[in-house]
């Protein structure tokens, strides 16, 4: 399977659903509601409060969140070639996403993935 191409297929639905082109803000929770493409689900939706997240860092500490975030998890069906979204794909990917309240996007998007 070359993950290139399902990465870049992922890549792009983020993007889709890019911060920055939603004309007002939106609560977290509507976006359960979402249209996005066939295969993709949204299937969480969690608002977290500012220091409820906590993360630990590669350094032996704990990371907290200094804003709120909106917490999605979802997947996405996708057929055997890796390129094809597919409601009926035979493969799935689960994906989460944390994304930041308006107020306190500064208009800057980054992937981070891990390949197992």
Known sequence: MNYIR??????????AVHASSIPQPISCSSLLEATVSGGVQVLTSVDIAAGALSVPSY???????????????????YGADG??????GAN???W??????TAN???????????Q
């Open 6 to 15: 399902l990465y870049t297929a992922v890549l792009a639905m983020l993007t």
């Open 59 to 77: 350094s032996g500490g704990t990371i907290l969140n200094t804003f709120p975030l909106c917490h999605l998890s979802g997947s996405i069906k």
């Open 83 to 88: 390129l094809t979204l597919a409601a009926s």
């Open 92 to 94: 799935t990917l689960t």
């Open 96 to 101: 989460e996403l944390y994304l930041p309240v």
């Open 105 to 115: 996007y500064n208009g800057r998007f980054m992937v981070v993935g891990m390949h």
